[in-house]
């Protein structure tokens, strides 16, 4: 079982920038790793996903661009920088850790552990 923890989050002004971390109490180098947000009254989604390697780096059309995901095996960590933040980037952001297959990525169901989530406030 792997444990979860973001940090990172803040509130900060249209324009700048945040660099969110997930560290992971087990290895990660298993597991196929992503971001989630989710904001007040809608639905958790895709933000970003990172193969096993991570030498597959999707992101949602919204960030591309602006986002960058990557991750440190070694330290067990996830990153998202996230660059030219926008108001409706606010939310809640979630790392998440898959055993699954690398083909639903985009799912939330393919994800096994979630962490409790940062919170990411952009200011206009």
């Known amino acids: 079982q792997v444990q979860l923890v973001e940090s990172g989050g803040g509130l900060v002004q249209a324009g700048g920038s945040l660099r969110l971390s997930c560290a992971a109490s087990?290895?990660?180098?298993?597991?196929?790793m992503g971001w989630f947000r989710q904001a007040p009254g809608k639905e958790r989604e895709f933000v970003a996903a990172?193969?096993?390697?991570?030498?597959?780096?999707p992101r949602a059309d919204s960030v591309k661009g602006r986002f960058t995901i990557s991750r440190d095996n070694a330290k067990n960590t996830l990153y998202l920088q996230m660059n030219s933040l926008k108001p409706e980037d606010t939310a809640v952001y979630y790392c998440a850790a898959s055993s699954g297959s690398w083909t639903y990525y985009l799912s939330r169901n393919n994800y096994d552990y979630w962490g409790r989530g940062t919170q990411v406030t952009v200011s206009s």
């Open positions: 990172i193969s096993r390697m991570g030498g597959n780096t």
């Open positions: 087990g290895r990660i180098s298993s597991y196929a």
